[in-house]
Protein backbone atom coordinates (compact mmCIF):
# COMPACT_ATOMS: atom_id res chain seq x y z
CA UNK A 1 0.00 0.00 0.00
CA UNK A 2 1.02 3.44 -0.57
CA UNK A 3 -0.08 7.08 0.60
CA UNK A 4 0.22 10.04 -1.88
CA UNK A 5 0.33 13.50 -0.83
CA UNK A 6 0.02 16.17 -3.73
CA UNK A 7 1.15 19.76 -3.27
CA UNK A 8 1.85 22.84 -5.27
CA UNK A 9 -1.31 24.18 -6.10
CA UNK A 10 -2.50 27.65 -6.37
CA UNK A 11 -3.81 30.57 -8.21
CA UNK A 12 -2.07 31.72 -10.93
CA UNK A 13 -2.49 34.09 -14.38
CA UNK A 14 -2.92 33.21 -17.77
CA UNK A 15 0.37 32.20 -19.26
CA UNK A 16 1.83 31.25 -15.59
CA UNK A 17 3.89 28.06 -14.59
CA UNK A 18 3.01 25.63 -11.57
CA UNK A 19 5.14 22.83 -10.43
CA UNK A 20 2.78 20.36 -8.29
CA UNK A 21 4.95 17.66 -6.43
CA UNK A 22 3.48 13.71 -5.36
CA UNK A 23 5.12 12.72 -2.18
CA UNK A 24 4.55 8.89 -1.57
CA UNK A 25 4.72 7.05 1.83
CA UNK A 26 7.40 4.25 1.97
CA UNK A 27 10.33 3.51 0.22
CA UNK A 28 8.40 1.60 -2.93
CA UNK A 29 7.46 4.58 -4.82
CA UNK A 30 10.08 2.88 -7.62
CA UNK A 31 7.40 -0.31 -8.18
CA UNK A 32 4.90 1.91 -9.67
CA UNK A 33 4.15 3.75 -12.86
CA UNK A 34 2.62 7.24 -12.08
CA UNK A 35 0.17 9.47 -13.66
CA UNK A 36 -1.53 12.83 -12.97
CA UNK A 37 -5.03 13.52 -13.85
CA UNK A 38 -7.35 16.64 -13.17
CA UNK A 39 -11.30 17.09 -12.73
CA UNK A 40 -12.74 20.51 -13.41
CA UNK A 41 -16.36 21.24 -12.06
CA UNK A 42 -19.23 19.28 -13.92
CA UNK A 43 -16.36 17.48 -16.29
CA UNK A 44 -15.11 13.93 -16.11
CA UNK A 45 -11.86 13.16 -14.44
CA UNK A 46 -9.33 13.01 -17.50
CA UNK A 47 -5.52 12.13 -18.03
CA UNK A 48 -3.30 14.53 -17.75
CA UNK A 49 0.38 12.86 -18.40
CA UNK A 50 1.76 9.60 -17.23
CA UNK A 51 5.19 7.94 -16.73
CA UNK A 52 6.84 4.68 -16.42
CA UNK A 53 8.84 3.25 -13.29
CA UNK A 54 12.08 3.99 -14.56
CA UNK A 55 10.94 7.00 -16.34
CA UNK A 56 11.57 5.89 -19.45
CA UNK A 57 8.34 6.44 -20.88
CA UNK A 58 6.20 9.47 -20.76
CA UNK A 59 3.16 9.83 -21.86
CA UNK A 60 1.21 13.31 -22.36
CA UNK A 61 -2.71 14.19 -23.34
CA UNK A 62 -3.08 16.47 -26.02
CA UNK A 63 -4.34 19.15 -24.34
CA UNK A 64 -1.17 19.87 -22.65
CA UNK A 65 1.76 18.55 -25.08
CA UNK A 66 4.20 20.70 -25.12
CA UNK A 67 3.32 22.87 -21.80
CA UNK A 68 3.31 20.35 -19.14
CA UNK A 69 6.29 18.04 -18.24
CA UNK A 70 6.05 14.98 -16.21
CA UNK A 71 8.61 13.50 -14.46
CA UNK A 72 10.11 11.28 -10.92
CA UNK A 73 12.32 11.51 -8.42
CA UNK A 74 12.44 7.64 -7.21
CA UNK A 75 15.30 8.21 -4.55
CA UNK A 76 13.00 11.10 -3.00
CA UNK A 77 9.22 8.84 -3.43
CA UNK A 78 8.29 11.76 -5.43
CA UNK A 79 7.17 12.50 -9.00
CA UNK A 80 6.24 16.27 -10.58
CA UNK A 81 4.30 17.79 -12.74
CA UNK A 82 5.68 21.21 -14.14
CA UNK A 83 2.57 23.34 -15.94
CA UNK A 84 3.70 26.71 -18.18
CA UNK A 85 2.13 28.54 -20.02
CA UNK A 86 -1.07 27.57 -18.02
CA UNK A 87 -4.67 28.58 -19.42
CA UNK A 88 -8.00 29.15 -17.74
CA UNK A 89 -8.90 26.07 -19.29
CA UNK A 90 -6.67 24.31 -17.20
CA UNK A 91 -8.20 24.73 -14.09
CA UNK A 92 -9.03 21.62 -11.90
CA UNK A 93 -8.25 19.72 -8.78
CA UNK A 94 -5.39 17.70 -10.40
CA UNK A 95 -5.07 14.10 -8.58
CA UNK A 96 -1.52 12.23 -8.65
CA UNK A 97 -2.06 8.47 -9.02
CA UNK A 98 0.39 5.49 -8.66
CA UNK A 99 -0.57 1.87 -10.63
CA UNK A 100 1.33 -1.72 -10.91
CA UNK A 101 -0.22 -3.15 -14.39
CA UNK A 102 -2.88 -1.59 -16.73
CA UNK A 103 -2.60 1.37 -19.17
CA UNK A 104 -1.40 4.66 -18.33
CA UNK A 105 -4.17 6.80 -19.59
CA UNK A 106 -7.33 5.08 -18.09
CA UNK A 107 -8.34 6.21 -14.33
CA UNK A 108 -8.89 2.61 -13.97
CA UNK A 109 -5.42 1.36 -14.00
CA UNK A 110 -4.54 3.09 -11.09
CA UNK A 111 -4.77 1.32 -7.40
CA UNK A 112 -3.71 4.73 -5.25
CA UNK A 113 -4.86 8.21 -5.40
CA UNK A 114 -3.58 11.60 -3.70
CA UNK A 115 -6.28 14.17 -2.36
CA UNK A 116 -6.01 16.27 -4.90
CA UNK A 117 -4.93 20.03 -5.14
CA UNK A 118 -6.33 22.74 -6.56
CA UNK A 119 -5.34 24.72 -9.58
CA UNK A 120 -6.53 27.78 -10.78
CA UNK A 121 -5.49 30.15 -13.76
CA UNK A 122 -6.93 33.32 -13.78
CA UNK A 123 -7.54 35.38 -17.62
Known amino acids: QVQLVESGGGLVQAGGSLRLSCAASGRTFSIYAMGWFRQAPGKEREFVAGISRSASSTYYADDVKGRFTISRDNAENTGYLQMNSLKPADTAVYYC????????????????WGQGTQVTVSS
Open 97 to 112: AARSSGVAYSPSSYKY
